[in-house]
């Protein structure tokens, strides 16, 4: 099985090396030394090094050939020097003695026999061909395959001499066609048709498959085709074997499937099974038909046959992907030939011919690969991740021919050099010299995961525009639509952004991971993600570690992507109850970025007539995105992580104010009820409630930790603690007097923020929606903020189309959006300025004259008192005490009333009692100052006032039973059949 291919002597290296490869893996060779027992070993890594350059001259020497076969032989050192020999071997082999006989063979062969070539040498492996039709350019190891096809059908070699001279082909008899066709190609031929003779001879003298010549000259081994002019230099014998084999395929096309074909074509490239010869016979007894399917266009493998394929070059994983193309011009009568080597037939496809490694017999198999508008095949992406070296497509990427790799990668083959003089086929076996030591099955593990990488990603990223495409919608529009494959770089930056944004959380993942990917979606994201879970939750790959799902086989993904996407998926099954308040933080953070942006875009707008408008509907969108921010998240309760204190007493009053300004001080002094209080900020961490006593009443007074700018967003639990103000009856807003002014505006936007209005009464604004009607738009005063297209505007903001609005008063935007709003409260707030003992006597004086605010020190308990008393001034609480008839008032236990709890008339303090007095109360007797006379009668809607006594006259029973003075007072039954019968008198 060890056929030598080429000896060189390696003088430098002083070892007799032999460079084997593997007679089914022609790219992959190894070095052999032969030692003294004739036996080959393994050659060490110095000797490679030494003779890696000749490897690397001598490339042309090395041909891919069926085994068994001698192929050339060169000589760089004189003989009886080292020999290096090129071994066709798939495995080391170090029991096979070398014979002896080949060597010499081989050494027969004289350099001079060696044929010049036509093409260069290319690195890359990527081929190109002239696309003149008719012109066969074939390689230098279809050249040698040629000259071996030859010489083993007869063991005769061709000889020119005999043809020296001036030779007509139309004026010579069989005999002599056959004696020509002898000398041309060196071997005998039984057929007798001129025709079929003819065409064979002219194809090996022409090298093309132009039969229009038909006279040669032939002076030193040289034919000169006397009609053109036309010096075919050293006629290339390699065109015979590919034609013959090109024609085979051809004539043994049969009607059975295209599979059948390629198997036949992957036995007669073997080369064992059949002999040149029998390609010639069976050429010739099916020559006309052979022309009629010539010209037909060669066909596309069938997928199964790609696959089939490409299952065989994995295995065997020494094969390599060379390049051709298909010209259209192949229209000439001459082209219609039985041979018809793989040629530039087409500008809108690509021929990839793949050197079929199992013969190695370099035979080019079409392979077909269309222009694609979508997403690559599945199997051409398998063939390209199979590709064992840097020879196939994605790898001419790498190599200097970037142009024509370039577009084969892009499938822009229109602008290929179609009429370079130079056709590129490759000459070597495709293996590079830093591979070529070591075995595919080794760096296959190591580099296959990250080829396929590169490859994806270059594949994918000149998959530009293209994919997308525009499809018709319904409503008669464009959409686009893309089919852009996902590239390992943005799964890897989906699953980046689901560990840190969480699964689910799609529109987010994509504004901040996905923000240049315009074409990826939400929706698509969240697709993918699904694919992944699925991929990751099937079987886990095997083998080269990479996973193909059903769908994007082309998309291999690493198995350590996968796990990672199994890890998350796990640990995100497990929610851990904080992370709701996470997504629901995390969710708020957008609406409150883009609350700024509205911000900054009011800032920058000019305030006048023209921009009001703007302004307006500026101002309504903050209010909806800041209703957002209070709305809590779908499917939760609600119930947030807040300070629970359950409401006690008559009223319930707030303290709120930065940290440190005395909160904590102020509630120990009021309510005995101790506070932590220290020199430092956020001192006081939770709410803490105590009780004042005073007037009779309980006020509940709440402790609560500091706030800071921010906290109606959140910041330091500000959101907790302003909630918990909201349902205060009063706000204390705490204030540090030597402090800058500014500190009250700053609370109160952060209060205002969540909803809060303090000391502000609602609008007079009747606003109502309706379902139909459209806006009607009234007002019972000149209005000078609000027009009517103002307020068109900010309804349809709002989406309201049918509503009625009445102005009761010269109301602002802002009033208009919160009565729109429906959810503001209004609060009283009190301005308690504290540490006034640390200031001078005149801020005092000019803090305490500003409205609602109240000035007090803690320290030195000045004006608790006056706090106490406007507390409880601005609460309105009513305390009413109760008379019982013909009883003193009980002055000792009020029924404490308050306008914001429930009202303060009769029926509130009837109700206040109990929920079904109110139905027996027949008047109220009031004493007090809401009454105009002591006692005074007064019915339910009565406003009571403070320290108002009241005594409830209920109705009697009896009442029901008649009216007026027709009410019955006698218990007799009404019915005589139901009064009692009386005796009858006694006579
Ligand atoms: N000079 C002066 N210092 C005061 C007065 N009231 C409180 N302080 C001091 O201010 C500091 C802060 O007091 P706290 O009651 O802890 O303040 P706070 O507002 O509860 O602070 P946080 O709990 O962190 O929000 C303490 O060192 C008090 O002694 C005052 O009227 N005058
Ligand atoms: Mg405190």
Redesign the pocket.
């Known amino acids: 099985m060890g056929t030598v291919v080429d000896i060189v002597g390696n003088e430098e290296a002083g070892v007799d090396c032999i460079i084997s490869h593997k007679a089914a893996d022609p790219v992959v060779y190894q070095l052999a030394r032969v030692d003294g027992n004739g036996r080959l070993v393994p050659a060490t890594e110095d000797e490679v090094m030494a003779v890696e350059d000749l490897l690397e001259d001598d490339k042309s020497n090395v041909s891919t050939l069926d085994t068994g076969q001698i192929l050339e032989c060169s000589r760089n050192g004189s003989e009886g020097q080292p020999q290096l020999e090129v071994l066709e071997s798939g495995t080391e082999k170090p029991n096979i003695p070398p014979d002896p006989t080949i060597d010499s063979e081989e050494v027969d062969v004289q350099p001079k026999e060696r044929i010049p070539s036509l093409v260069r040498h290319t690195s890359d492996g990527s081929v190109w061909q002239s696309g003149n039709p008719g012109e066969c350019s074939k390689t230098s190891s279809g050249l040698d395959r040629s000259k071996t096809n030859s010489a083993f059908g007869t063991g005769l070699k061709p000889d020119f001499s005999l043809l020296n001279g001036e030779i007509h082909l139309d004026n010579l008899s069989v005999k002599d066609l056959q004696e020509t066709f002898k000398a041309t190609f060196g071997r005998e031929t039984s057929v007798k048709d001129k025709q079929w003779l003819k065409r064979r001879i002219i194809m090996g003298l022409t090298n093309s498959c132009d039969f229009s010549t038909t006279s040669f000259v032939i002076i030193d081994n040289r034919v000169v085709k006397k009609q053109k002019e036309e010096t075919c230099e050293s006629v290339d014998y390699s065109v015979l074997v590919d034609c013959v084999v090109t024609s085979a395929m051809e004539s043994h096309e049969s009607p059975s499937t295209s599979h059948d074909k390629q198997s036949e074509i992957h036995s007669i490239a073997n080369g064992t099974n059949m002999e040149s010869s029998t390609f010639q016979e069976k050429c010739g007894s099916k020559d006309a038909e052979t022309e009629e399917r010539s010209a037909k266009r060669i066909r596309k493998p069938t997928k199964r046959f790609i696959e089939e394929l490409s299952e065989g070059e994995s295995r065997d994983s020494g094969a390599k992907i060379v390049s051709s193309v298909k010209h259209p011009a192949y229209d000439q009568p001459s082209a219609k030939v039985c041979a018809r080597p793989v040629q530039n037939f087409g500008l809108d496809r690509r021929y990839l011919t793949r050197k079929d490694s199992l013969g190695g017999s370099g035979i080019q198999i079409p392979y077909v690969s269309r222009v694609r508008r979508s997403r690559p095949r599945e199997n051409f992406m398998t063939l390209m991740k199979l590709q064992p070296s840097r020879e196939g497509i994605s790898t001419s990427l790498e190599k200097n021919d970037v142009a024509s790799s370039t577009q084969l990668d892009n499938g822009s083959w229109d602008n290929a050099p179609k009429n370079s003089l130079s056709p590129r086929w490759i000459q070597e076996p495709p293996v590079v010299a830093s591979e070529r030591s070591t075995p595919y099955s080794e760096r296959k593990t190591v580099q296959l995961e990250e080829e396929v990488k590169l490859r994806n990603v270059e594949s994918y990223r000149n998959n530009s525009d293209e994919e997308v495409v525009t499809v018709p919608t319904a409503n008669g529009g464009m959409r686009r639509k893309h089919h852009r494959p996902w590239t390992l770089s943005e799964v890897v930056k989906l699953v980046d952004g689901v560990a840190k944004y969480g699964a689910g959380r799609w529109s987010e993942i994509k504004r901040l991971s996905f923000a240049s990917y315009s074409y990826r979606t939400s929706v698509d994201l969240k697709d993918k993600w699904r694919n992944l879970l699925r991929a990751s939750f099937a079987e886990m790959p095997t083998g080269n570690g990479m996973h193909s799902s059903r769908k994007q086989a082309s998309v291999p993904i690493p198995a350590a992507i996968l796990s990672r996407v199994r890890e998350l998926a796990e640990i995100q099954t497990h929610v851990p109850p904080s992370l709701s308040y996470c997504k629901l933080a995390e969710r708020k953070m957008g609406i409150i970025e883009k609350i700024k942006e509205i911000e900054a875009e009011m800032a920058r707008t000019q305030k006048n007539k023209a921009t009001e408008y703007h302004l307006g509907q500026l101002k309504a969108k903050i209010a909806k995105l800041r209703t957002q921010l209070l709305e809590p998240p779908k499917g939760s309760s609600g119930a947030g992580e807040g300070f629970e204190v359950t409401k006690f007493g008559h009223g319930r009053v707030a303290l709120i ?1 930065f ?8 509630l120990t002094m009021l309510t005995g009820t101790h ?10 961490l939770t709410c803490i409630p105590g009780i004042i006593h005073y007037n009779d009443t309980k006020i509940q007074l709440l ?1 609560l ?2 706030i800071i700018e921010g906290a109606s967003e959140g910041k330091g639990r500000g959101r907790q603690v302003i909630a918990v103000a909201k349902s205060a009856d009063l706000v204390l807003m ?1 204030l540090d007097a030597s402090k800058s002014e500014g500190h009250r505006q700053i609370l109160t936007r952060e209060l205002e923020a969540v909803g809060l209005r303090l000391n502000k009464r609602p609008p007079q604004i009747y606003f109502k929606k309706k379902k139909t009607g459209g806006i009607s738009f009234n007002s019972t005063l000149p209005l000078t903020h609000v027009d009517e297209k103002l307020c068109y505007q900010i309804l349809h903001e709002y989406k309201i189309h049918n509503a009625e609005v009445l102005f009761r008063e010269d109301a602002t935007v802002d009033d208009l959006i919160d009565v729109i709003e429906g959810n503001r409260k209004y609060m009283k707030c009190v301005y308690v300025y ?2 006034i ?2 200031i001078g006597i005149d801020d005092v004086d000019r803090l305490a004259r500003q409205p609602n605010s109240i000035v ?5 308990k000045l004006n608790l008192d006056r706090l106490l008393a406007r507390m409880w001034e601005e609460m309105g609480l009513v305390r009413i005490y109760t008379k019982p008839q013909g009883q003193q008032p009980d002055f000792s236990d009020p029924v404490v009333l308050s306008s914001g709890r429930g009202g303060c008339n009769v029926e509130d303090f009837c109700n206040h009692i109990h929920r079904s007095l109110v139905k027996d109360v027949k008047y109220v007797l009031v004493w007090g100052t809401s009454a105009r006379h002591y006692p005074q009668h007064c019915g339910l809607s009565h406003t009571l006032q403070d320290e108002d006594v009241v005594q409830i006259v209920k109705k009697k029973e009896k009442e029901d039973g008649g009216r007026g003075r027709f009410k019955s007072h006698s218990n007799t039954p009404a019915r005589i059949s139901d009064r009692e019968k009386k005796a009858p008198l006694k006579t």
């Open positions: 104010g940290p440190s300004v005395g909160k904590s001080t102020l506070s932590e209080a220290a020199s430092y900020e956020f001192t006081t402790d930790p500091g705490v504290n540490k003992d640390v007090i020190s803690c320290n030195l």
